[in-house]
C-alpha cells in the first residue's frame, strides 16, 4: 500500500514539525514509544515533556528512555496533560514544536482509565497558547470503545470550530474500513 497507515503518517507529522533541540510534548506517555521517537528526534539539545496519569506508564516509559539512554532528554510528568500549562516550564512556554496524543486506554492495563474530551480539549487550548507557529498537535483518536467514540465526537466538534485564522485543522482517515480503525486529527497552529 502507498498510503501510509495511521500510525507512520503521524511519525511524519513529527518528523516534520520536530526539528533537532526542538521542545515537544507527549501528552500520553503509556509504555513510552513515541516519547521515544520523539526524543530521538530532539536531539541531544532538546527536550521532552511527557505526561500521564498512571503510575505505572510513567515507570515503564522511564525504563524504555533509559535503556536507549535517552531519559535524560525527558522530563516525566506524573499528572494530567490538562496541567501542562502549568508544570512546563516558563522558559518554554513559546516554545513547543510539537506534541502527540494517543488517546483511549493503555492496551493490556485499566481499561476503566481513559482520556477524557473535556481534559483532551483543555490540554490543546494550552498547547494553543505555548506552541511556536507551525507547531502541530497530533491527536490520534481511538473510537472503537464506547468512551472512545464520545470522545471522537466531542474533539471533532471542538476542532471544527477552532479559528481558521488560528490553526489548520486536518483529518486523515481510511473511511471504509471495518472496526473503526484509529484516525488522526492534526491541528497546526498559524
Ligand atoms: N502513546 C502511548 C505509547 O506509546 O505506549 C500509548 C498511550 S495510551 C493509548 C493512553 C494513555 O493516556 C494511558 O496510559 C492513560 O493512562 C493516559 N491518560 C489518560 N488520561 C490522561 C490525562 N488526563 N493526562 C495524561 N495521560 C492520560
New binding site residues.
Partial sequence: MKLDRILPFAKKLLEKAIPSGAVAV???????????FIAELVGPSGKVYG????E??IR??RERLEKQGLANRVTFFH?????LYKLIPDEHHGKVSAA????????G??KS????PE??IS?IQQLLEIMVPEGIIIL?I?HGHDEGAVERDALLTYCQEIDQKKAHVLVYQFINQQNNPPFIVAIEKR
Fill in positions: 507527549d501528552a500520553t506517555l503509556g509504555n513510552g514509544h513515541d516519547a521515544l505526561f500521564d496519569v498512571q505505572e506508564a515503564n516509559s499528572a494530567g496533560h490538562e496541567q502527540i496524543f494517543n488517546l483511549g486506554y493503555l492496551p492495563s485499566d482509565i481513559v482520556t477524557k481534559t483532551t490540554a490520534v481511538y
